[in-house]
């Protein structure tokens, strides 16, 4: 049974900086593609980054709201992905949701697994 976990979230303020994790399990080794979205109240669920562990070193994709501030990284030991948020933006206030799947994009739609998600709220 695959679980994605995700743990860190919380509150920052504008300019400061979070770092969330991902625990996974249960992942055949064809699904290689680990990502991070988030979702605001009315909006569809926005791709933010995915790493394609896949390669040595594993290929990163950023969407372009936050590339240069934001960081994916894959711990293969833990069987956990990262997300580091840095600068923190108003903007960046969403849920925010670990994914797993087989194709190395940020579509929603093509990935198969999903964690319950966690707030990440960014005040002035």
């Known amino acids: 049974q695959v679980q994605l976990v995700e743990s860190g979230g919380g509150s920052a303020q504008r300019g400061g900086s979070l770092r969330l994790s991902c625990a996974t399990s249960g992942l055949t080794y064809i699904t290689k593609v680990l990502a991070w979205f988030r979702q605001v109240p009315g909006k569809g669920r926005e791709g933010v980054a995915a790493?394609?562990?896949?390669?040595?070193?594993?290929?990163?994709r950023y969407s372009e709201s936050v590339r240069g501030r934001f960081a994916i990284s894959h711990d293969h030991a833990k069987s956990t992905i990262y997300l580091e948020m840095n600068d923190l933006k108003i903007d960046d206030t969403a849920m925010y949701y670990c994914?797993?799947?087989?194709?190395?994009?940020?579509?929603?739609?093509?990935?198969?697994?999903w964690g319950r998600g966690i707030q990440v709220t960014v005040s002035s």
């Open positions: 790493v394609y562990i896949g390669t040595a070193p594993p290929q990163t």
């Open positions: 994914a797993a799947g087989r194709v190395f994009n940020l579509d929603s739609s093509t990935f198969s697994y």
